[in-house]
């Protein structure tokens, strides 16, 4: 099964994000490249999941077990910020107590973000810092060049509850 956010585009051969073969006892993740915490051994992002659900059945199993536990817990141990988040931390620990994870190519996903309100910077410098990091870590040259991205991303994750990507400027050239 595929689960992925609503807030995204995707674009050129996204098909391989949901071909990206798996066997029982993996489970698939998007990268999280452009981390919300700076606490080590967390990888993905919740944008984006691929797994066999009996595979699974013990990581619901647990959040049912104290829902509102889990849902203070990333936020009251600083690995992110309220009022609600964490959600892709509480998988990933749990996905790494059962499971192998696996993740999908990096260069293959980005953040974005439509105003400086989400970002808390100017975005320049917020486009600036993100594609830096991007280059860094996939050899491409460039995130958001002239009204495109680049060729080999294939998702684009709009993070953030007003974050909308409808509301961008270039929306209609991805529609």
């Not at 490249?33 to 009996?54: H, L, Q, V």
């Not at 647990?62 to 889990?70: E, L």
């Not at 495109?148 to 409808?166: A, D, S």
């Amino acid at each position: 099964i595929c689960v992925m956010d609503i807030d995204v585009l995707l674009m050129g051969d996204y098909e391989k994000i949901f071909d990206y073969p798996i066997e029982r006892g993996q489970f698939l993740a998007m990268p999280g490249w452009w981390r919300d915490t700076e606490k080590e051994g967390y990888s993905i992002n919740g944008g984006f999941f691929k797994y066999y659900p009996k595979d699974c059945k013990y990581i619901y199993d647990k959040f049912m077990s104290d829902i509102h536990g889990w849902q203070r817990h990333y936020i009251d141990n600083e690995v992110t910020r309220g009022p609600v988040n964490g959600e892709q931390y509480f998988v990933e620990d749990s996905v790494k107590e059962r499971l192998e994870l696996k993740l999908l190519p990096n260069e293959w996903f980005t953040r974005w973000a439509v105003s400086e309100e989400i970002v808390n910077r100017s975005m320049t410098k917020w486009q600036v810092q993100i594609t830096r990091k991007y280059q860094k870590l996939t050899g491409n040259d460039y995130i958001f060049l002239g009204g495109e991205f680049h060729p080999e991303i294939k998702f684009v994750h709009f993070t953030h509850r007003n974050n909308k990507p409808m509301e961008w400027e270039y929306y209609e050239n991805f529609n």
